[in-house]
Antibody
């Protein structure tokens, strides 16, 4: 069974940057669509963005609130997916989940917590 | 952007009762809809995809229906472990995905 493990969360000041990582032993990321989903405290799920598998073009798309600030990338040598988050705002606070699946999120990590606060 | 609305926001039922959850899309999404279950402190779990297909291992009491703009998740007879929050999610175009706001099913 595929397992996803997120890391890199923490406390950051507004305007700062953070990079989250997602590792999956046994899953070849180049063959998978990977998405990041977040959940603000006490709120619902919000799709953040996605990177397609290489054979589907490897392209990325983002939700409007993060477009231009967040960048999803993949390192095939380490089998890791990243989300680089810049110009962070307090409303970016929440749990960030790494998921895999073509359009639907069929495997989820346990999440990593990001807190944006002064 | 396709907007999903879910109703009701909260559904208070007793074990053994039938739960009917609704998800409506702002425009037609064909059958490109999934349902997820989330329990407190846990990551969500995919239950249903393509509107009506149950994921392997999901109990038969969970069923999905609908197409176009109106979708339903039905839990035929609630078990104690079914009390949770349920989200719908669309993948109509493969560029931007969205979730509904969720329906909480709690114990009456």
């Amino acid at each position: 069974e595929v397992q996803l493990v997120e890391s890199g969360g923490g406390l950051v000041k507004p305007g700062g940057s953070l990079r989250l990582s997602c590792a999956a032993p046994g899953l070849t990321f180049s063959n998978a669509w990977m998405s990041w989903i977040r959940q603000a405290p006490g709120k619902g799920l919000e799709w953040v963005g996605r990177i397609k598998k290489k054979s589907d073009g490897g392209t990325t798309d983002y939700a409007a609130p993060v477009k231009g600030r967040f960048t999803i990338s993949r390192d095939v040598s380490t089998n890791t997916v990243y989300v680089q988050m810049n110009s962070l705002k307090t409303e970016d606070t929440g749990i960030y989940y790494c998921t895999t699946g073509v359009g639907y999120m069929d495997v989820w990590g346990k999440g990593t917590t990001v807190t944006v606060s002064s | 952007e396709i907007v999903l609305t879910q109703s009701p926001a909260t559904l208070s039922l007793s074990p053994g009762e039938r739960a009917t959850l609704s998800c409506r899309a702002s425009q037609s999404i064909s059958s490109n809809l999934a349902w997820y279950q989330q329990k407190p402190g846990q990551a969500p779990r995919l239950l249903i995809y393509d509107a009506s297909n149950r994921v392997t291992g999901i109990p038969a009491r969970f069923s999905g229906s609908g197409s176009g703009t109106d979708f339903t998740l039905t839990i035929s007879s609630l078990e104690p472990e079914d009390f949770a929050v349920y989200y719908c999610q669309q993948r109509s175009n493969d560029r931007v995905f969205t979730f509904g706001p969720g329906t909480k099913v709690d114990i009456k």
